[in-house]
């Protein structure tokens, strides 16, 4: 979906932790650690669709007023490449909404969500 659904730069916001009240709550589909070889789609996996790329962690930051682990990554498709920033917000706690100072964080992670991305006809995509 990211390859297929957005232009040179793709913005992800990911709204949960992926581990929170000892349970698992999202897969981890990025890489953590800058020094982590890069990952491997293979297209016979999972959907058996032929979708092969590679995942490589470029950058990642803490951007404190947005309360973002944001993480620049390169997802590469046979010769063509694509940036995709991953924007991990951890202020919006489970079953609940955020208050105070994180609302006011995810009011800027809206705003560096869009200056991340490339313009208004590329669809950001949230999730939780």
């Known amino acids: ?20 009240l000892g349970r698992d709550k999202c897969f981890q589909y990025f890489p953590e650690k800058l020094d982590d070889k890069p990952w491997t789609v293979d ?6 669709d032929g979708f092969k790329a590679t995942i490589r962690l470029l950058e990642k930051t803490k951007d404190k007023r ?6 620049k990554i390169s997802l590469k498709v046979g010769e063509k ?32 969500a869009n200056e991340k991305n490339s313009g208004p006809q590329n669809p950001l995509i949230v999730h939780c």
Do not use: Y
């Open 1 to 20: 979906m990211v390859w297929q659904e957005t232009s040179d730069v793709a913005v992800i916001v990911m709204l949960t932790k992926t581990f929170e």
């Open 81 to 112: 490449e694509k940036i995709v920033w991953h924007l991990l917000f951890k202020g919006w706690p489970d079953f609940n909404v955020p208050e105070g100072d994180d609302r006011n964080a995810l009011l800027e992670a809206i705003k560096l």
């Open 43 to 48: 297209g016979d996996e999972e959907f058996g």
């Open 66 to 71: 947005s309360s973002c682990t944001v993480r």
